[in-house]
Each structure stands twice: as C-alpha cells, then as structure tokens.
C-alpha cells in the first residue's frame, strides 16, 4: 500500500502502464495533475493548442507506435472539441486512454461554469467510459481502462477525474498491468477448411487491410498472394498502411466508389479479406459495391466488422498474422502442381495493371501537366513522391489534391503511411505531431489541404515548440474543391455557397511563421522540387504551401 493523491497516483498509474506522452490542454480542473507532473520526467507532457488537436496528436502517436496512449482535456468545453478527433480515433483503433477534470462532485450540482456530465457525451465515441468517485477506485479504473483500450479491437476509452478525486489522498494498492493475449489463430478444423476453400478458388482477389500493418504481416500476406496467384487491392480507408506497394500482386487502393468498386471485383470468384473493413463506403449508392453472390472470407481481429453488411461464407474471428502463418503451410502441402502453375500464371498476368504499372502511368500522366500554372495537383505530388527518403512517414488529409499520392508513393512498411479514418477532418496536421514523436529518426511528411490544413492549424505551434522533423506540404486550391465537385457531379449546380476560401486569400506561410514555422510558397511548377528539397534537408519542422489549380478555372 502507498500513501498518495488522486494526482499522483494518475500519473503513476498512466507511467506503470506503460504510456511515455501525456498531450493535453489544461484548464483549472486539469491543476492539480500539471501541478505534479514535473515529479514524473518520465511522462512528457506535450501540448496542444486546442483539444482536436490533441486528441489528434494522440492518434497519431497511437497509430505510429500502436502503443497506450495519453490524452487529457478540460472539462465539457474541452471534451466538446475534441469529439471530432475522437471519432476519427474510433475509427483508427487507436488505444487511447482521453481523461478529463471535472468539477468536484457536488460542486457540479450547483451547475457551475463548464460543467456537465461527460460520460454521456464522451460514450458513443469510446469502448468504455466512466466517472471516478473515489481516489481508491483509480488503480482498479486505470488498469481496466487501459486493458480495454489495447484488447482487440482496440480503440479509445474516456475517464472523467473529478477534482476532489485528484485531491483526495488514500491508501493505494496499484496493482499491475495486465494484457490479454489476443493473438488468436484459428483452430485446426477452421485452418483446414480455409485452405480447401482458398485453393477451390479459380480466381481469388484478396482486400488488405490496416490489420496487416498493425501486425506486422506484410510478408505472410504476400506469401498468400503468391501462393494464390492472387491480387491484392487495398482496402477503402487508409488508416495505416496495408500492404507493400511494389509487390508485383498489389493492384493498388479500391476507391469508395461503389460502382466503380464492383466493376473492379466482378471479374474474381472470391473475395479473402484479411484484416480489413470490408467496403467501408462513404457516399450513399443504391448500388452496392460487392457484386451479387460473390463468396466472401473474411479474417479480422474485429468481430463486429464480420458478416457487418455482407453474408460472408468463411468468417474468422482471428489474428490475421497468426492466421497466415498457421495457414501458408497448409497450402503449400495441399497445392498441387497444377495450381501452382495456375497460380504463377495469373499472378504475372497481372503485371500490366499492377501498382508498379499504374505508377508508371500516373508518373506520365502527372508529367504531362508538368508546365501547367496554376500547378496541378498530380505535378506536385509527382514531386512529393520524389523528394520523398526511403524512410519517410507520410501522412495525408489533402482530398483532391492527394488523389494519386497513393499511385506514386509506395506503401513500404507498416508505418510508412496514415491516412484518412472517419472521413472528419483535422487529423493530418495533429497526426504529424504524433507520428513524429513515435517514429524517431524517421521524416515525416504531412500532404494537407487548405481546407484540412484550418480543422487543426495549431499544431504547427507544437511540431515548432518540439523541433519535429516534420515537412507540410499544404496544397492550396484556394476552397472546399472536393465540395464543389460533388456540387457538379452529384446535384449539377455549381452555385458555389462556402466553398471559397478567398477574399481574403489564407496566408499559410505567414500563419507558419507566426508560430514558429518556417515557409516558403511556392506558385511556379519549376519551383517545387527545389521548394520540397530544401524543406525536407532542413530537418526541423517545414512548411511549404504550393498553390494548386482550383478545378474551376480559378475564377472568383
Ligand atoms: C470535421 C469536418 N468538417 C467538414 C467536413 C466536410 N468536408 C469534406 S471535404 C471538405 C473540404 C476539404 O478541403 P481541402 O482540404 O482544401 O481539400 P480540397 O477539397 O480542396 O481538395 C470539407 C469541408 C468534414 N469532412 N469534416
Ligand atoms: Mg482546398
């Protein structure tokens, strides 16, 4: 038993548990936990600037590290801005324990300023969300907290610290950490019949998702394409990375187009899923985007994802790793001679339209438009992926403007790439943040739009204050360009209501410098590659923002 405050003990609870960042905002309900935190040099405490911008950071730093991550906010204002991050969390799974003070019980009765119950506004949003009421309760909530945020699927969890808690000293038995083991292969009957009905496939086509990333995958899932002769697209959303670009089996990313996704599936007689949402769409389609009657295995951590939206024939609550390793040497003692020529067949039949391919296609088309002024998008992201080092991290939130980044950039590893989540934006300028501070030694390179760039500015405020080799690229179309095209295609109008952002023009460059970024703008296409150099050698925290056509003729 130790004698300590309900401050203390958070702090040493969330150190015990193994998290090494704390991002937060404080507030005066959040004091008396920034009182204590220079006791714990172990946890650092990084801020952020407004709370999606925190949370955002958290997500990041989730995402790239895949560990029990910290995120503190003040009271219901702040737990309020930080929904939107919070809901992209969800999405990305990412393990992160978000507290917040609250007034002390009793006090909040009298309805004092910024008070309201949190655990109703945080729980839609978080695996678990709970109140503590008493400081000897905090090791029992901490250690379950955090072992619901990283059992699969993981995801989020809120814990609303009301101050007397944190004041309150108590004699406190903290416990110890525990972590489930949820690496679950199937059993032997379930691996038996997935590999008669893998080799029964005539013309399998496999859906990679972020799963293969998360665990380190990435060969045992190109081993399966081999082995299959079977393409692999990416899956819909790119919450991390899926699967290694370049592999000659990899037919690049399924767009959220469903028509375009099933005339893209129709020619494959089963559809292996592994470890992906399985057609995560975004805009409503009275078509649906698996062709009718097409088989379906399905592997994933994530029971809920699993016969969701579509009868699937063969669903697996497992660890795809696991999975695969179990499974890979089934196959290649039941395949026959036959199907491994047929295998090895189809797979080089797929060089023509394969990742490589269409990189080589979106090079030239990008090449084409290499003079154009405004720059066009495809131009500067030709550029991007070239400036690119090997090792660079890229995270991405930059809609139309980022369109063919995934054509050019190669998916390498499982951290090299992060990208959309819920479709809400703000993410990619906190997400650098966190990436950066997970990833040392690794550059990062966030591609933001104008419009993206503005749900969470202020973390360039905290990618300067940390020296974060960090380089922004901010595409700059001047408006909401996705919205307007949507406007055109989806309801032939193109009376454009806030979707400029003109008059006045955004100054990113000033607005980085402000706050202690350097810039540079970039309009003419010649410029750019010079631009991007000089950022990334830099090393520290870069922005450069290249003005991108607009899509409309830039007209007023
Ligand atoms: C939090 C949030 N608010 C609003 C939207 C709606 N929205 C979707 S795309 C978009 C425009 C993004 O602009 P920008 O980043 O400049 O990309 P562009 O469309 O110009 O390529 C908006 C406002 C959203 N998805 N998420
Ligand atoms: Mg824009």
Known sequence: MTRLTGRSAFLRLLIEEGVTHLFGNPGTTELPIMEVVPDYPQLKFILGL?????????????????????????????????????????????????????????????????????????????????????AEDLPLVMRRAAKVALTPPTGPVFISLPGDVLEEEAELELGAATRVNARMR?????????????????????LAGHELGVHDAFAEAAALAELLGAGVFHQTVPYAAQFPSEHPACLGALTRNQKAVRAALEPFDLLVCLGADLLRMSVYSPIDPLPPGMPVIHVSEREWELGKNHPTEIAIQANVKETLAALLPLLRAQRNAGAAAQAAQRLAALAPRNWSAQQG????????????????????????AEALPREAVIVEEALTSSLTLPALVPQRDPKSYFGLASGGLGFAMPGAVGAALALPGRPVTAVVGDGSALYGIQALWTAAHLKLPITYVIANNRSYRILKERL???RKSDRFVGMDLR??????????????????????????????????????????????????????
């Open 361 to 384: 296609r979106a090079r030239l088309a990008a090449l084409e438009a290499a003079e154009e002024t405004p720059i066009d998008p495809r131009f500067l992201m030709l550029r991007i």
């Open 186 to 206: 199937p059993s032997d009957a379930a691996l038996a019949e997935l590999a008669a009905r893998l080799l029964a496939g005539k013309n399998p086509v496999i």
């Open 488 to 490: 055109v295609s989806m």
């Open 50 to 134: 407004h709370e999606s911008v925190v949370v955002g950071m958290a997500d990041g730093y989730a995402r790239a590290s895949n560990r029990l991550t910290a995120a503190n906010v003040h009271v219901a204002p702040g737990l309020g801005n930080a929904m939107g991050a919070l809901y992209n969390a969800r999405f990305s799974g990412s393990p992160i324990i978000l507290t917040a003070g609250q007034q002390e019980q009793g006090h909040g009765l009298l309805e004092p300023l910024l008070y309201a119950p949190l655990v109703p506004v945080a729980q839609p949003f978080v695996k678990w969300a709970v109140e503590v009421t008493r």
């Open 503 to 556: 008059d006045p023009d955004i100054d990113f460059v000033a607005m980085a410098r402000s706050m202690g970024v350097a810039a540079r703008r970039v309009v003419d296409p010649q410029d750019v590659a010079p631009a991007l150099r000089e950022a990334m050698r830099q090393g520290g925290p870069q922005l450069v923002e290249v003005m991108v056509a607009d899509g409309f003729g830039d007209r007023r």
